[in-house]
């Protein structure tokens, strides 16, 4: 039982380039969500997904963008990265809003 | 909207000692809530939450919080801190058919030897 996967670990990316940075999750839950984290800034929420084909802004999601094939993956697209989306990128997954998620190890993501 | 404050983004505690960290929340709705953990370069853990009913409850590493719904708070206290308690906590609120999670700023823990 893997839980939540994100690749890249790691990734550096040049001012106008685009990315997508994966999200896969092994436990059947139906809602899956992003969140960059800064310091002092807690988790924002970017977007988010409550089943396949259902997906939702958060409050900060302008530059990315999102789709939901399957109930197992939420890949998120960054379409121009800029430096100001440098950040660490967490996908999670929750079977129910009462459950609490259950996140990946990130992805730290540097715009130059 | 929902909301979570946290105050002090740094705290630090002597290894043995009351460990309290504060969460108020907003919320118009009955709300569930969380606590996670954050270790350097890790993702977040769930700690505990609360979503109905004991208004107390325990959590993994000692951990406990208390709901106060007159206070519109949940605490995150641990009667002695470890070393290995050095990390970043997070409260955080949903409710009842809304999945979007909202976070407090964190407090960072710092435990002293």
């Known amino acids: 039982n893997a839980g939540v996967t994100q690749t890249p670990k790691f990734q550096v990316l040049k001012t106008g380039q685009s990315m997508t940075l994966q999200c896969a999750q092994d436990?059947?839950?139906?809602?899956m969500s992003w969140y960059r984290q800064d310091p002092g800034m807690g988790l924002r929420l970017i977007h988010y997904s409550v089943g396949a084909g259902i997906t939702d802004q958060g409050e900060v999601p302008n530059g990315y963008n999102v789709s939901r094939s399957t109930t197992e993956d939420f890949p998120l697209r960054l379409l121009s990265a800029a430096p100001s989306q440098t950040s660490v990128y967490f996908c999670?997954?929750?079977?129910?809003?009462?459950?609490?998620?259950?996140f990946g190890s990130g992805t730290r993501l540097t715009v130059v | 909207a929902q909301s979570v404050t946290q105050l002090g983004s740094h705290v630090s505690v002597s290894e043995g000692a009351l460990v309290l960290l504060r969460c108020n929340y907003s919320?118009?709705?009955?709300?569930?809530l969380f606590w996670y953990v954050q270790y350097p370069n890790q993702g977040l853990q769930l700690l505990l939450k609360y979503t109905t009913g004991a208004t107390l409850v325990k959590g993994i590493n000692g951990f406990e919080a208390e709901f106060k719904k007159s206070e519109t708070s949940f605490h995150l206290t641990k009667p002695s801190a470890h070393m290995s308690d050095a990390a970043e906590y997070f409260c955080a609120v949903s409710n009842y058919g809304n999945n979007r999670l909202a976070f407090g700023k964190g407090n960072q823990v710092v435990v002293i030897p």
């Open positions: 919320s118009s709705v009955p709300p569930y």
């Open positions: 999670a997954s929750s079977y129910r809003e009462y459950y609490g998620y259950t």
């Open positions: 436990m059947n839950h139906e809602y």
